[in-house]
């Protein structure tokens, strides 16, 4: 079965420092990956993708994600968290094999960024 | 949430009566989405369109109902036949169907039905 898992529910950070949200996951093949963020009672923003090359990808807001093949995980990470950055962080997985561009989601890591 | 709308932000329904919650576009995106969120259980998608007139079922789609008769529109319909609709419902568009095209969401409808 295809699946995404974010281990941690919340992930608490002061501000200034560095950010990590982790994100692994099970599929055929190789697959595209994504991060959304979602503020309370808002959509969801992409916030970057790896899709092939370099293993680590530049997005929004300063955030950066590293793919490991190895590990297949996908962590997001920002150098110097701001209070902002609190909010509901999401992976995504697109398997190369389905049809359609389904994406499967975790089930989310809330960021809390305290000053 | 540029550029998808989605109305009403909050409905609230009695049990036993469909619903439908409306999604519109200008992006000019082939594919919309319709998902549901509830809390600690991510997004889950309920059905899926990659063209006009077309459309598939997703993971949850039993219960719910769809329509793609314009290209900017994908109006979702929550039937009596769902036993748990009170969710948050989310639209979303890509470009394309093309697996590497991030998808843009609506800001969301919230649904309570008592």
């Known amino acids: 079965a295809q699946s995404v898992a974010q281990p941690e529910d919340q992930v608490n950070v002061a501000e200034g420092n560095p950010l990590t949200v982790k994100c692994t996951y099970s599929?055929?093949?190789?697959?595209?990956l994504f991060w959304y963020v979602q503020y309370p009672n808002r959509g969801l923003q992409f916030l970057l993708k790896?899709?092939?090359?370099?293993?680590l990808v530049k997005g929004s807001y300063g955030f950066e994600a590293e793919f490991n093949k190895s590990q297949t995980s996908f962590h997001l990470k920002k150098p110097s968290a701001l209070v902002s950055d609190s909010a509901l962080y999401f992976c995504a997985v697109r398997p190369l094999r389905e049809y359609g561009n389904k994406l499967v989601f975790g089930a989310g890591t809330i960021l809390r960024v305290k000053s | 949430d540029g550029g998808i709308t989605q109305s009403p932000k909050y409905l609230f329904r009695k049990e036993g009566q469909n619903v439908t919650l409306s999604c519109e576009q200008n992006l000019n995106h082939d594919a919309m989405y319709w998902y549901r969120q509830d809390p600690g259980q991510g997004l889950r998608l309920i059905y899926y369109?990659?063209?006009?007139?077309?459309?598939q079922k997703g993971d949850i789609a039993e219960g719910y109902s769809v329509s793609r008769e314009k290209k900017e529109s994908f109006p979702l319909t929550v039937t009596s036949a769902q036993k748990n609709p009170t969710a948050f419902y989310l639209c979303?568009?890509?470009?394309?169907?093309?697996?590497?095209?991030?998808?843009?969401f609506g800001p969301g409808t919230r649904l309570t039905v008592t």
């Open positions: 790896y899709i092939t090359g370099d293993n």
């Open positions: 369109s990659q063209i006009v007139n077309d459309f």
């Open positions: 979303a568009s890509s470009r394309t169907s093309g697996s590497f095209d991030e998808q843009y």
């Open positions: 599929v055929s093949g190789n697959p595209y």
